[in-house]
């Protein structure tokens, strides 16, 4: 694992547990322990420690985009996508980012609210 | 302009007009006119018109990756990056969306809420 290393990382080498609910070649998903909707799962890559999302290059967009891929085929199989569901990437701290290894959010099952700032 | 015509695709034939912040070959980005955040910027492809996210196929893992790399170079150009920002794909009711053309929001300039169900 290239980079630093973080609680994700722990988790791709299964050195804690997490409910992992999905798993391909370049992505892992499991259940985010702190949910804010019915369905809240991460996931990331398993070959690349990236800190942000800022610190993604150009060449990566294909493995962002496998990122954004797992999310839908996820949703699809589980039968979220038809009621629909909310694919999100936080950045650093006005986001609330708090594990610096590149994770995409998925929430579903139930109508999401705003998704900036607070009312 | 292959398959449905949506709001969207009239921004991108300059049909209707925009606040147009971003362009490059492949990606187009504009003001969100009902703002979430001080910056809440929506990021298109030009030349698909795509529905919705579970309508993304495999093979374009790259084109919704350019989508995010695009939200991500403009935040870094605008002098955003470093306090941090959010990206946001909406799938269908649940998730609010309106307009059935595949977009990213970009949301920043401020410290950011819950991006789930309402408290």
């Given at each position: 694992m290239a980079g630093n290393d973080t609680l994700f990382g722990k988790i791709i080498r299964r050195e804690i547990?997490?409910?992992?609910?999905?798993?391909?070649?370049?992505?892992?998903?499991f259940l985010d322990t702190a949910p804010q909707a019915p369905v809240h799962v991460l996931f990331i890559?398993?070959?690349?420690?990236?800190p942000t999302l800022d610190d993604l290059q150009p060449e990566q967009a294909q493995l962002v985009g496998r990122l954004v891929?797992?999310?839908?085929?996820?949703?699809?199989?589980?039968?979220?996508a038809e009621d629909g569901y909310r694919v999100v990437i936080n950045c650093r701290a006005d986001a609330g980012q708090t594990?610096?290894?590149?994770?995409?959010h998925l929430l579903a099952g139930a109508a999401l609210g705003r998704f900036g700032t607070p009312e």
């Open positions: 547990p997490a409910s992992i609910v999905y798993e391909d070649d370049e992505v892992l998903g890559p398993k070959h690349e420690a990236i891929l797992a999310a839908a085929a996820h949703a699809r199989a589980q039968g979220l594990v610096f290894h590149l994770h995409l």
